[in-house]
Structure formats: C-alpha cells, structure tokens
C-alpha cells in the first residue's frame, strides 16, 4: 500500500491526499510531528519537509512530483491533459497556487494561530495527546508573532498576503464563471490543487480532516464569511464532494472551539 508521510493540516499534504482519493487509490497516512517527527523522516529519506510519498521502495517527494508521479505510474483518472495547451494551462495554473495560494493561506494561518489560544489547540488533529495539546495552547501568542517576524512574516506582509488571498479567490471565481473546472468541462490537477490549497481559508464542510468537527466550514472571518467568495467555495466543496473520501468516524474533542478566527 502506498505510504503518505504528511502533517493533517499541511495544504500540500492536503493536495497529494485530494490526489490519491481522485484517483481511486489506497494509503496510509504517516503523521510527522514538527521537530523531532521531521528528523526521522530525514533519517528514511533524506527530506525534511512533507509530503512525502512512499511507493514500494521509492520515496517521492514534493507535491507537483508526486502529482506527476501518480499520474505515469497509475494512469487512471488522470491528472494532467495530453493535449497541448490545456495540458499548459493545467502546470500553469497549478504552479500558481502553489506559489500563491499556498504561501499566502500559510501567512493568514500563522496570524490566527498567533492571536488565538483556543484555535491553536483546536487545529491539532483530533488524535493528539492531551499532554502536548495543553502544550500548544499555553504557548504565547507573543512567542509566535516573534517567530513570524523573525522569518519575514510582519503584520504588513501578513496583510498584504491576505489582500492577496482575496483577489486571487476572485480571479478563480470569474475562470469558472463560464465552465465546471478550471480548464473546460473535465477535473484535472489545477482543480485538485486550488481546492486543497484553500483548505486553510475555510475548512471543507464534510468530515476530510483529522480536526474536530465544529471547526468544519470555519476559517478567516475576512474570507470565510466574504459573500463575494460564496461561489468559490461552493465549487470548492463540489470538488470535495465528488472526488474526496471522507475520514471514518472522527469525534471531536471535548471543550470549547472558535467560530471563525478575525486577524487584527
């Protein structure tokens, strides 16, 4: 069976599952924990990062390679078009959100985590020892927007990333005005991708993530509750209904969990 080594709440571990249930195929999800999770798996594979796919003896690495990996190896349902400029347009747009919506959806989701305690905690898969939940929520939101500002990450820059987050979600709104996909009238990665990738903005509906439930449908207040994005996120969650497979019986944890997260 393939092996998926990937963080719940990583979009690009997000977008190779989106991949895998799209395709019909069998996994096991390897959970690595920030730290000391990420030096084993650098002792397997020589990668820090995830996602990380495992096939057999060889380890695939990279979201966009695994993509294409997938698509050579399984063929079926597949991902990436054959004809020419559709198969340009797909690795473009897919390029593109994960250059812009997935970094900027990173940025938006540090400053929640920083200014919120309770959405801290509620963010850590529903699995995780009570022991190291308490831990996550006593950390100091301060502690972390020093984090932020020591990688770049400012208020300004934080800002700008969701200023840009937003024309972005209307940029994919009006591709879609005249078509069911991004591309033409059939689902290929550049749908996949831009629907994994919003998965930080607002939490799909169904029961996709190792979260608690009432954190589905939730997400930042200045986007997730914007009428200007309702369409995307109903195409969004159409993509989710149609080709991802929802978790088995997820209880969520006792106590209480935000609404949606506002970022001063």
């Known amino acids: 069976m393939l092996e998926l080594y990937q963080w719940e709440l990583s979009q690009f571990s997000e977008k190779v599952r989106l991949i895998l249930d799209y395709k019909g195929l069998e996994y096991r999800k390897i959970e690595v924990a920030p730290g000391i999770g990420q ?21 695939i690495f990279d979201s966009t390679e695994i993509a294409k990996y997938l698509d050579s190896t399984y063929p079926d349902s597949p991902l990436i078009p054959t004809e020419p400029k559709k198969r340009a347009l797909t690795l473009l747009l897919e390029d593109w959100a994960d250059e812009s919506m997935g970094v900027k959806g990173r940025k938006a989701l540090f400053a929640a985590i920083s200014q919120d305690q309770n959405f801290r905690k509620a963010l850590l898969p529903v699995s995780t020892p009570d022991i190291l939940r308490n831990f996550v929520e006593g950390v100091p939101g301060d502690f972390l927007s020093v984090l932020g500002f020591g990688v770049g990450w400012t208020t300004d820059t934080v800002n700008a990333a969701i200023t840009g987050l937003k024309q972005d979600l209307e940029i994919i709104t009006q591709l879609l005005a005249d078509s069911p996909y991004l591309t033409g009238d059939e689902p290929t990665l550049a749908d996949l991708a831009v629907a994994s990738l919003s998965m930080l903005l607002k939490f799909p509906e169904g029961a996709y993530l190792d979260l608690p439930v009432s954190l589905r449908g939730k997400g930042l207040s200045s986007i997730a509750d914007n ?22 019986g997820i209880t969520p944890p006792v106590g209480n969990a935000p609404t949606n997260i506002n970022i001063d």
Do not use: C, H
Request: no cysteine.
């Open 227 to 248: 009428p200007d994005y309702e369409a995307f996120f109903a195409w969004r969650d159409r993509i989710y209904s149609q080709f991802r497979k929802p978790l088995p």
């Open 39 to 59: 030096l084993e798996l650098f002792r397997l594979t020589g990668q820090k990062q995830v996602p990380v796919l495992k096939d057999g003896n060889r380890y």
